[in-house]
């Protein structure tokens, strides 16, 4: 057993820590969070050129790492800072996908988005497909000799900022089947494609996209035909990887300004960190906190596992997550009391990526859920 | 023991439930029930038809126009009024400065502002809290000094709910530096458009424009403006948190917020079914509604103990400490049972109108979630509650 970072991820965390902390201090994420675009184009090439996109891709896509260790290395550390720039959504999702599946001339997409150069999205959740991945209704249809895409897609992270979008459709098959999902590459501004752009509560940007008889072709379509499912299992694994490390790094934030505020805070006239009833609680956080890194590295540790077991692994994570974050996000509110509740405060914007969090790729009881028929087989 | 109400409760109760029917306006109980954050015009409106009525005051003796409800026809109403979705009463005047004039005030005061309070004429907002003087109120610094027939007042106050709607204020005040921070406490009417003072926006964390700080710089307050006796503030305070912990339970909140997740979970479909027959989410479910159902019958039984207008000690802080844990819960609950369409931030300038992104009771499910934390910080925080029950139970024991 060896619990090291290797010496590269333990450079890159040097490295990420350093400039977040200088680059990305509260004033700074708050004008960011007020902004328009959501995500600030400075620091993403900022990121790009310290090489934090191209820790999340393999070398043979043009990268320096892409395991699992490295996604829980690189979003630990952009939770601890509360970065809501959209590396999940560009690089382990759009990215990924197109690695697991692009060819030649798709991969070269690869280039610039390693560099900064450009921005993806996942257009696969639908209005009422709530967290069911295999829920897809989005339908390729026949139309005057053409292929087009009819549908819906919901929440999609990061559309408006997107150059270009990796959309699921439905080749076959019924609405809930795993096979006869297929995948396509689109300009985010291919005819048919629509959008109505909102911010979201803990910081970046989604839209809901309407398509209508969008065109699409061979040389459009990401992998083979109505054989999408596992490549999006595999990624979607890989973005909970990255969410769930995202959640500890804000839950180590949380409990350093938690256990910085009972030291310095004063009520009747002594440090309110004096207080048994706080104490303890304090202590409870930390011991969830130690938990929830263990839950971390043993998701990221089996990434590379078959389907199954992966996936037992990565649930067990995102449901411990779900419960140790909620406990440590309210308990950390709770022990501050009203400043916690500003939006000028640091905590109030990490509390929020902790909850939130608990909205993607499947919630605490989904993945209990799950984690029980996975424990089952 | 017999669990039902007396045959006069449930004409009471019908009565209100018309009354809600009849008056209520749809555009107020659409806004609360989808958790639309309401103007001061649409306070003011409720204000002023539960006025009309007569139903304003239901904790003020009627000879202040109040009417003189006892205990179980309050709940009635509040439970009722929870049910229809009827904003919740801005209680600073109502049911936190006025009973503090009717016990401490003189005889002028009580002229001159009881019947203002009920007509709407003053928006009162409390200045109690500063950025030092939380959980510990006692310790507050805003000083009042006297200079001739005025103090002049310099401080800050903070978390000032709907002080931006406010045209009077209520303030404890430090008179005296050199006694007991307790014993050197006064309570002060402040008018808003005095010089000197200035209202800020606190951004909270869900976007609400809720709380403000208060800053006073030699701000001149007629002595006249003292309530009761100088220094003495400390009791009044006190005596007016015990008002603010009445309904501390919030079980017509809760009762509505249950009722609400459960539409919600049955709209919401997981894996081809609707939330509501999931089991992990029904279980949760369940087990909030039995602690409900518990929580409402302590309530209860509370309240026909206690004689009427008169705030039970202990018992409060246990149903504040439980009823904020229900109401955080049941936050909690619709929140996930929203699912994605959770995290869309729900602000009337997205796109430039007010569609919401997703199903419309999904919108504020996160805000709401965040929002209410503030339950179990407020009006006591949770751990001060607590610190009050333990110190009753164990008084003179653990030695």
Redesign the interface.
């Known amino acids: 057993m060896n619990f090291e970072l290797t010496e590269e991820q333990q450079m890159l965390q040097d490295t990420m820590r350093r400039f977040l902390s200088e680059r990305y201090d509260t004033a700074t994420r708050n004008a960011i969070l007020d902004s328009a675009q959501g995500y600030s184009s400075e620091i993403w090439a900022q990121m790009a050129e310290l090489g934090i996109v191209g820790a999340l891709f393999s070398e043979d896509d043009g990268g320096f790492g892409g395991a699992g260790f490295d996604i829980s290395t690189v979003f630990e550390e952009l939770g601890r800072a509360g970065v809501v720039e959209p590396l999940l959504d560009t690089a382990i999702l759009g990215g990924g996908l197109i690695a697991r599946l692009g060819n030649d001339a798709q991969k070269e997409m690869l280039v610039e988005v390693i560099a900064g150069e450009l921005q993806l999205a996942l257009a696969h959740g639908e209005p009422e497909s709530r967290y069911d991945l295999s829920r897809v209704t989005t339908r390729i249809e026949s139309q005057g000799g053409k292929m087009v895409l009819n549908g819906r897609k919901a929440v999609v992270v990061n559309a408006d900022a997107a150059s270009h979008l990796v959309v699921s459709a439905r080749e076959s098959g019924e609405d809930d089947d795993e096979s006869g999902i297929s995948l396509f590459l689109l300009p985010a501004d291919a005819p048919g494609v629509s959008m109505r752009g909102y911010p979201l509560f803990s910081g970046g940007r989604a839209a809901e996209i309407t398509l209508d008889g969008v065109e699409v072709d061979d040389a459009t379509r990401l992998g083979a035909a109505g054989e999408a499912f596992d490549a999006l299992a595999s990624q979607i694994a890989a973005a909970e990887v990255a969410l769930a490390a995202e959640t500890l790094g804000a839950m180590e934030t949380a409990a350093a300004l938690t256990r910085d505020y009972l030291m310095t805070r004063k009520q009747f006239g002594r440090p309110i960190g004096s207080f048994q009833a706080l104490q303890h609680r304090m202590a409870d956080m930390m011991i969830e906190l130690e938990q929830a890194r263990s839950a971390v590295i043993l998701a990221a540790g089996h990434l590379e596992d078959a389907a199954p077991e992966r996936d037992r692994h990565i649930s067990a994570a995102r449901n411990l997550l779900g419960r140790a974050g909620r406990l440590v996000a309210e308990d950390s509110i709770q022990m501050h009391g009203g400043i916690a509740m500003t939006q000028e405060y640091e905590l109030a914007h990490i509390a929020k990526r902790i909850v939130m969090a608990d909205h993607r790729f499947g919630d605490t009881d989904t993945q209990l859920e799950r984690f029980i028929a996975l424990s089952a087989a | 023991m017999d669990l039902s109400y007396t045959q006069d409760e449930i004409a009471f109760r019908e009565e209100v439930r018309g009354f809600l029917d009849e008056k209520l306006p749809e555009e107020l109980s659409a806004k609360v029930a989808s958790g639309v954050v309401l103007s001061k015009a649409d306070h003011d409106r409720w204000h002023a038809i539960l006025n009309e009525k007569g139903w304003l005051a239901p904790n003020w003796p009627e000879e202040f126009g109040g009417c003189a409800w006892n205990a179980v026809q309050r709940h009635i109403f509040e439970e009722e009024s929870a049910r229809a979705n009827a904003p919740r009463i801005v209680p600073f005047g109502l049911s936190m400065l006025a009973p503090v004039l009717m016990k401490f005030g003189s005889d002028a005061q009580r002229e001159h502002y009881l019947p203002r309070i009920l007509s709407g004429e003053d928006w009162w907002c409390q200045g109690y809290?500063e950025p030092?003087a939380?959980?510990?109120l006692a310790?507050l610094k805003t000083r009042a000094v006297r200079d001739g027939d005025h103090y002049i007042v310099n401080g800050q106050k903070?978390?000032t709910t709907l002080g931006q709607y406010a045209n009077k204020i209520f303030c404890l005040v430090r008179t005296d530096t050199n006694v007991k921070q307790q014993e050197g406490i006064s309570f002060l009417l402040i008018d808003m458009d005095t010089p000197g003072i200035e209202v800020r926006p606190?951004?909270?964390?869900?976007?609400t424009p809720e709380v403000n700080e208060v800053w006073f710089t030699d701000v001149r307050v007629p002595v006249e403006n003292l309530v009761g006796e100088e220094n003495m503030g400390w009791t009044y305070a006190k005596y007016l948190l015990t008002h603010e912990r009445t309904n501390i339970a919030g079980v017509g909140f809760s009762q509505a917020a249950l009722a609400s997740v459960k539409r919600m979970a049955r709209q919401?479909?997981?894996?081809?079914k609707p939330l509501i027959e999931?089991a992990?989410?029904a279980a949760?479910l369940a087990q909030v509604e039995i602690d409900l159902m518990a929580m409402a019958t302590t309530n209860l039984r509370i309240i026909s103990k206690a004689a009427a207008g008169q705030a039970p000690g202990v018992e409060s802080s246990m149903l504040k400490v439980k009823g904020t844990i229900i109401r955080?819960e049941l936050n909690?609950l619709a929140?996930?049972a929203?699912?994605?369409?959770?995290?869309?931030?729900?602000?009337e300038t997205?796109?430039g109108d007010n569609d919401p992104?997703?199903p419309g009771y999904a919108a504020p499910t996160?805000?709401k979630?965040?929002?209410n934390?503030?339950l179990?910080?407020?009006g006591g925080?949770?751990?001060i509650q607590?610190?009050i029950i333990a110190k009753t139970l164990l008084a003179g024991g653990a030695k």
């Open positions: 809290s030092g939380g959980s510990d310790s903070t978390w606190i951004k909270l964390l869900d976007g919401e479909r997981h894996n081809g999931n992990h989410f949760r955080q909690d929140r996930r929203a699912g994605p369409y959770a995290m869309p931030f729900a602000s997205i796109d992104v997703g996160a805000a979630y965040f929002n934390r503030k179990s910080i407020f925080s949770n751990e607590r610190g």
